[in-house]
């Protein structure tokens, strides 16, 4: 449960009016002799105490999520962090286009070997020594 101040007076204040309050009705029914003043005190105390335990749990709750949203925000931080890294590093890859980077990788056929009917680049082919240049 986190650590929360307000949240912890809270919860002393809700106990403490449930405490006291079941105590003092008992002790302002008993002299006045009516029971329903005893049950009436009881009720009222143990309804205003759970008020405010039930505050002190939307506190704690709300505190939890403040401690997680800065746990996110952190690790947000730490991967821009690296992503600017390793935009850095690696600028000169990001400066091609999708499509230059496919067309460099891929070999470069441009035309079939008369022979022998393979893809080549350039004569010789590689394939079957044809030179039609010779």
Known sequence: MPNNMISKI???IGMGTIIIGIIASFIVG????????TIGGIIGSVISGIL????TEVINLLQQNVDNQE???RKLEEKIA???KDTATNKSKLQQDPVSQFINSTPKHL????????????FPCIYCGNNPEN
């Open 111 to 122: 035309f079939r070997c008369e022979k022998c009917g393979k893809m080549i680049e350039k």
């Open 82 to 84: 690296s992503l600017v």
């Open 52 to 55: 405010f335990l039930g505050f």
């Open 30 to 37: 008993g002299s006045a002799g009516e029971t329903i003043i």
């Open 10 to 12: 809270l919860k002393y």
């Open 71 to 73: 746990k996110i925000i």
